[in-house]
């Protein structure tokens, strides 16, 4: 079973940057890409980035498309979300995925 677990968020001014962290275990295959979501109170969870294990394909969604950026490490099953210029509106609780198995979460609170 595959177990994620996520760190690094907290609170940041507007403009400033923080990284997450996802720890992956349990991982029988490269065969899927690893993904981060993020929840804001009241709004559904969305997708926002992923990447494949194999090849390091990246997809990001227009929200955050050149302010985040994702990167894996295949030897160390981690996965990093690395996120610049971050707004306001990027405060939410952050997900790690792979497959159908979710992290608990970590929070990321944008304020002045």
């Known amino acids: 079973q595959v177990q994620l677990v996520e760190s690094g968020g907290g609170l940041v001014q507007p403009g400033g940057s923080l990284r997450l962290s996802c720890a992956v275990s349990?991982?029988?295959?490269?065969?899927?890409?690893i993904k981060w979501f993020r929840q804001a109170p009241g709004r559904a969870r969305e997708f926002i980035a992923g990447?494949?294990?194999?090849?390091?394909?990246?997809h990001y969604a227009d929200s955050v498309k050149g302010r985040f950026t994702i990167s894996r490490n295949s030897a160390k099953n981690t996965a990093s979300l690395r996120m610049t210029n971050l707004k306001v509106e990027d405060t939410a609780v952050y997900y790690c995925?792979?497959?159908?198995?979710w992290g608990q979460g970590t929070q990321v609170t944008v304020t002045s």
């Open positions: 995925n792979e497959e159908t198995y």
């Open positions: 349990g991982r029988a295959s490269d065969a899927y890409a």
């Open positions: 990447i494949t294990w194999i090849g390091g394909t990246t």
